[in-house]
């Protein structure tokens, strides 16, 4: 049984705890329902939280210089205190893997809340991102931040997966922060940086080979910022297809020429994407177990996250 650190991550209140939407709703999600079950969730409702009542008329962002986040039926602008509240909040977070926010929401929403040109919220003239994300992503670079709707995208949900647990652990290392711990993290963590980002793979090869004990502190937030920044998008079938035969490797002199075959096809199968990554990957874990190949077994690449997240 894998043993996963367990991410702490923002969740909109609305999102399945408290009817918190404007209209007095609340949002029922079955991903992060089963996701709660493997994280600790910090509820956030923004606006709730500056003052707005439950049900409120709703709010709305309208594109100026700079943008305001205005309440059309009071003409009431409330721009400063969400900026107000977002930076308190977020300078209060002590530690915190990722955001599960509320898709289309002024204060909330990622990548899809209309956009108004006028203060009556008549003309929307476009998509944009919420009030309060625009400051969780200016005070997390690089963290995971994604609404529920989004996360129905396979893709998106399994880098936001991927992201939230390897966050959580290199948070966790921090505080079991020690030469060796730091050395047997980054080889955990080597075929998922090869498949991720190659570059930062190499430069965080380079802190882990001049680690100091008397400077071992700085390094481990070198290191941090770097793995951090190593997880922007989704790696292309060709970088996965380049760490499996990598890893593949470790076998091909101790295998048949019949598994060898059948190994390759289903390469060329998950390459036309007529198999998904986790046949390739259990084939490769099979192997691993029968010529009891240690260092590929502990690969975070091949078990990202829980599997019972899998399924959803």
Request: glycine share 4%.
């Amino acid at each position: 049984m894998e043993n996963f650190p367990k991410p702490k991550v923002v969740l909109s209140k609305c999102i399945n705890l408290e009817a918190t939407r404007y209209d007095g709703g609340i949002i029922k999600d079955e991903f992060s329902k089963k996701l709660g079950e493997f994280v600790e969730y910090i509820p956030v409702c923004p606006e709730v939280q500056i003052g707005l009542p439950i049900p409120r008329d709703p709010i709305i962002i309208v594109k100026n210089n700079p943008d305001k986040l205005i309440q059309p039926s009071t003409r009431i602008d409330l721009t400063q205190k969400m900026k107000e509240f977002s930076k308190e909040f977020l300078q209060s977070l002590k530690s915190v893997d990722g955001f599960l926010l509320k898709s289309k929401s002024p204060s909330c929403g990622v990548k899809d809340t209309n956009y108004y040109k006028d203060f009556e919220g008549r003309e929307p003239v476009g998509k944009t991102s919420g009030m309060f994300v625009r400051h969780v992503m200016e005070m997390f670079k690089n963290y995971p931040v994604e609404d529920e709707k989004r996360l129905i995208d396979k893709g998106i949900r399994e880098l936001f997966l991927t992201k939230i647990f390897a966050f959580a652990d290199i948070r966790n290392l921090k505080d079991n922060l020690t030469k060796s711990n730091l050395i047997e993290f980054h080889t955990r963590y080597k075929l998922m940086l090869m498949t991720y980002n190659q570059t930062n793979l190499r430069a965080l090869g380079k802190i882990v080979a001049n680690l100091k004990e008397n400077k071992l502190f700085d390094a481990y937030e070198n290191y941090a910022q770097i793995f951090r920044n190593s997880f922007n998008k989704r790696p292309s079938v060709g970088a996965h297809i380049n760490t499996l035969l990598h890893a593949f490797g470790y076998f091909k002199d101790k295998i048949s020429v019949k598994e060898k075959a059948h190994f390759l096809d289903i390469i060329e199968d998950f390459s036309k994407e007529t198999v998904d990554l986790h046949t390739p990957i259990e084939l490769i874990l099979g192997f691993a177990v029968r010529f009891d190949e240690d260092y590929l077994l502990k690969q975070r690449y091949f078990n990202p996250y829980p599997k019972e997240l899998r399924r959803l």
